[in-house]
């Protein structure tokens, strides 16, 4: 099990960056990945991106080529950098690591609004 804090998140305009952060403690050696994720009143939670202890990465569709994951071993970070943001990508953003029996642990969310 592992804990996870998410930062990083608030208001910006369509266009603009933010850069989320999720600061990992506990047993980090028994996670397998670690991925992003967000939710918005009504839907699913949708994947948004991965990142495998190996730094094997993979997006969702609605992300791909504007946002960047990324993580610092050293640290115990793993970061979210999301660009040309629209309005749409408005959700709580929630970090997640994954074990190799397929449980997971989740952070508290974060919300990301982007709107002018």
């Known amino acids: 099990q592992v804990q996870l804090v998410e930062s990083g998140g608030g208001l910006v305009q369509p266009g603009g960056s933010l850069r989320l952060s999720c600061a990992v403690s506990g047993n980090i050696f028994s996670v397998s990945a670690m991925g992003w994720y967000r939710q918005t009143a009504g839907k699913e939670r949708e994947l948004v991106a991965t990142i495998t202890t190996n730094k094997i990465t993979d997006y969702g569709d609605s992300v791909k080529g504007r946002f960047t994951i990324s993580r610092d071993n050293a640290k115990n970070t793993v970061y979210l950098q999301m660009n040309r943001l629209k309005p749409e990508d408005t959700a709580v953003y929630y970090c997640?690591?994954?074990?190799?029996?397929?449980?997971?642990?989740w952070g508290q969310g974060i919300q990301v609004t982007v709107s002018s």
């Open positions: 997640n690591a994954k074990f190799p029996d397929e449980n997971d642990d």
